[in-house]
T-cell receptor, first 114, second 116 residues
Framework: ETGVTQTPRHLVMGMTNKKSLKCEQH?????MYWYKQSAKKPLELMFV???????ENNSVPSRFSPECPNSSHLFLHLHTLQPEDSALYLC?????????????FGDGTRLSIL | GDSVTQMEGPVTLSEEAFLTINCTYT??????LFWYVQYPGEGLQLLLK?????DKGSNKGFEATYRKETTSFHLEKGSVQVSDSAVYFC???????????????FGKGTKLSVIP
């Protein structure tokens, strides 16, 4: 039990599909994150939510749309993706978005775009 | 901007060998430093951390010391086991463009394979 659960674990979709990734944390944390992990590249931070408010720090294409309805749930809505979007998408949470706060990760969703 | 540089992998060691994975960083402020480990098919797990210069983080036989003078946070273990085979990520936490939040900046990861 990692405390951060992601579903689905694997997703295959066409470029015209719409799908959503789900993340749920059972740790009582106030901050949640989406990362993209591609082969041979550093983890890329996509979005940060602190107390359900989004703090954007990177330019992420609009085909990725996050949603944080409450502090325990985080979604990543996908629309009209490209083949280069195939990657492992990791969700994480931390007590606060603070300097010394370690992040707890889910096991990720492996996304493949046909 | 902030960055983390790790030694290129993969690293292959025999069981009970000594492990060092080098990590150096650049940061504008006074970051906290972390090592994360990713086992096959899983997400990242925090292995150890250090929050200020000269701090030593340790866990499961792994150690790393925050060296401000050399901007390094090298990971070491005296005797590796087959179960240590994984990808290891060095990371730093620094302020997020003054927005009052903090982000983790990761290195590319170093794959370790330990053979019996």
């Amino acid at each position: 039990e990692t405390g951060v659960t992601q579903t689905p674990r694997h997703l295959v979709m066409g470029m015209t599909n719409k799908k959503s990734l789900k993340c749920e944390q059972h740790l009582g944390h106030n901050a949640m994150y989406w990362y993209k992990q591609s082969a041979k590249k550093p983890l890329e931070l996509m979005f940060v939510y602190s107390l359900e408010e989004r703090v954007e720090n990177n330019s992420v294409p609009s085909r990725f749309s996050p949603e944080c309805p409450n502090s325990s749930h985080l979604f990543l809505h996908l629309h009209t993706l490209q083949p280069e979007d195939s990657a492992l998408y990791l969700c994480a949470s931390s007590q606060e978005p603070g300097l010394n706060q370690p992040q707890h990760f889910g096991d990720g969703t492996r996304l493949s775009i046909l | 901007g902030d960055s983390v540089t790790q030694m290129e992998g993969p690293v292959t060691l025999s069981e009970e060998a000594f492990l060092t994975i080098n990590c150096t960083y650049t940061a504008t402020g006074y970051p906290s430093l972390f090592w994360y480990v990713q086992y096959p098919g899983e997400g990242l797990q925090l292995l150890l951390k250090a929050t200020k210069a000269d701090d030593k983080g340790s866990n499961k036989g792994f150690e790393a010391t925050y060296r401000k003078e050399t901007t390094s946070f090298h990971l070491e273990k005296g005797s590796v086991q087959v179960s240590d085979s994984a990808v290891y990520f060095c990371a730093l936490s620094d302020s997020l463009s003054g927005a009052g939040s903090y982000q983790l900046t990761f290195g590319k990861g170093t794959k370790l394979s330990v053979i019996p």
